[in-house]
């Protein structure tokens, strides 16, 4: 094991996965804590990590440690996590731990944001540097040497089994070469003169393995697995290696992978046509679903967000594509943008094109839809920093329960479309599509009701809607 830095004590640190936001646990293998915890492993520390959708969602309970743990780790998975975590890091704070939030929701909040909403007792681990800082390391190894071997080998066999059933998050690449407004991931910035490239995971191969022989020892034959890039053949021979690795370790463990990703219709189109070896490459890997990031009908919309590239023509011949290599497609419908002084967004003929579109392309060429409303202000979006939503923001901070109208799959609300009109028509087509389509084999997509400040009979009523809601992907 390659160390960074010699300690001499190891100190023992708990990674805590919170429960879902909306009232029931959602299982998934928390890939992105077993990463921090081989960092953290690697400068010396103990790591152990606890799911709460899979252990007791008692607050009390995970408050009470002892002495065991120096520190521990809150991964905020997404801005609707910031409610539930808040309320675990205040339990841990009273109960004298040294509190630490990271990951995406908390991520790209300026210093004084975090504080407003988490208080001064917590750290905010925005990146490797903070976390080093906070544990009084010198420095913290790259996520892209973090394997997840050590931690996957240590799973019991039931927590093992219980994982491998459900679909597995399968950190590849992060990086984006191109700057969507409306995308909070890590992407170019049109401003910066630093370009965001691909960068590929270097435990790709331990990795593949760790989950193979531990499928094999819980004897898991099938295994489902989103493969992580944001684009997956914008960097086609890379993407296509970590493809083969996937396929060769089918043959040797005796399983069946099937594999979901999300690509951009150029590249995908690009990819194919410069490299024809992929037509053998993706079904030997098992990938047999593909999502397309269509976002919307029109020219005006794709240019408000900056989305180059698009047109329907182009992605009708990628979902063709798809039908003749055995891919099921997916179209990613991100849509109700806000007119924005210039930047024209949605109006009444887009919206209306893209509920005509959804189930034109599923008729035609068999595609699942996945529809989504735009929450431009997201944190980590360039809407996050843009004036116009200041009043906005503030409403958040206000009642940081209403962070939980930014998921991508509740409707649209007061908070991300001010416009009552507006924001009736948004609604009307994304419900438009979910209900026409009519069943989760044409439409993936399964709403969330959005909050609303000091209306407890309307929020009693979203709660009970969004646990009765099935899983968005």
């Known amino acids: 094991m390659k160390y960074y830095l010699k300690v001499d004590i190891m100190s023992e640190i708990l990674l805590i996965k919170p429960p879902y936001p909306y009232g029931k646990p959602q299982i998934w293998m928390p890939t992105d804590l077993m990463k921090v915890a081989s960092q953290l492993k690697m400068v010396g520390k103990e790591t152990d990590i606890f799911d709460m959708n899979r252990e007791s969602a008692d607050l009390i309970r995970v408050a009470r440690l002892d002495n065991k743990y120096d520190y521990v780790g ?46 001064n007792g917590p750290i905010q681990i925005k990146n490797d540097a903070d976390l080093a800082e906070a544990i009084g390391v010198e420095k913290i190894p790259s996520v892209y040497l973090a394997g997840i071997s050590d931690q996957m080998d240590g799973l019991h066999g039931h927590a093992a089994w219980e994982y491998l059933s459900k679909e597995i998050s399968f950190f590849s690449s992060q990086g984006c070469k191109h700057s969507c407004r ?44 989103y493969i992580s890039s944001l ?33 951009r219709v150029d590249s995908f189109l690009e990819a194919v046509e410069k490299y024809p070896e992929l037509r053998e490459i993706i079904p030997y890997s098992g990938l047999n679903t593909l999502g397309f990031g269509i976002d919307g009908t029109t020219d005006y919309v794709w240019k ?14 990628a979902f063709s594509l798809c039908k003749e290599m055995g891919i099921t497609p997916e179209a990613l419908m991100v849509m109700g943008f806000n007119t924005i002084g210039n930047r024209k967004g949605d109006d009444k003929k887009s919206l209306k094109k893209n509920v005509k579109y959804a189930k034109y392309v599923t008729k035609k060429y068999g595609v699942v839809s996945r529809p989504h409303v ?72 399964s709403p969330l009701m959005p909050y609303k400040s000091g209306d407890k009979e309307w929020n009693l009523y979203a709660d009970r809607f969004n646990m009765e809601s099935t899983f968005d992907r």
């Open 182 to 225: 409306f995308c909070a991931a890590v992407r170019n910035d049109p401003k910066s003169p630093e370009k965001v490239s691909e960068i590929f995971s270097e435990t790709i191969s331990d990795d593949i393995q760790a989950i193979g022989e531990n499928a094999r020892r819980v004897d898991k034959k099938n295994l489902r697995m």
């Open 74 to 119: 809150i991964g905020v998975t997404g801005a609707p996590y910031i409610p539930v975590t808040k309320r675990l890091s205040e339990n841990l704070l009273l109960a004298g731990k040294k509190v630490m939030l990271g990951g995406p929701g908390v991520e790209h909040l300026k210093r004084e944001e975090f504080s407003r909403i988490y208080g």
């Open 374 to 445: 735009a929450k431009e202000f997201y944190p980590g979006t360039e809407g996050w920093e843009n004036k116009y939503w200041n009043d906005q923001k503030e409403k958040l901070f206000e009642n940081i329960e209403l962070f939980k109208n930014l998921d991508f799959v509740a409707y649209a609300s007061e908070i991300t479309h001010p416009d009552p009109k507006f924001r009736k028509k948004v609604n009307k087509a994304y419900k438009a599509i979910i209900d026409s389509l009519g069943s989760v084999e044409k439409c993936a997509t």
């Open 304 to 317: 408000s967000q900056r989305k180059g590239g698009m047109s329907l023509e182009e992605a009708e011949r």
């Open 231 to 263: 684009d997956l053949f914008q960097s086609p021979e890379k993407m296509a290696e970590v493809l083969q690795e996937i396929g060769k370790a089918s043959k040797t463990y005796g399983i069946d992978f099937s594999l979901r990703g999300l690509t």
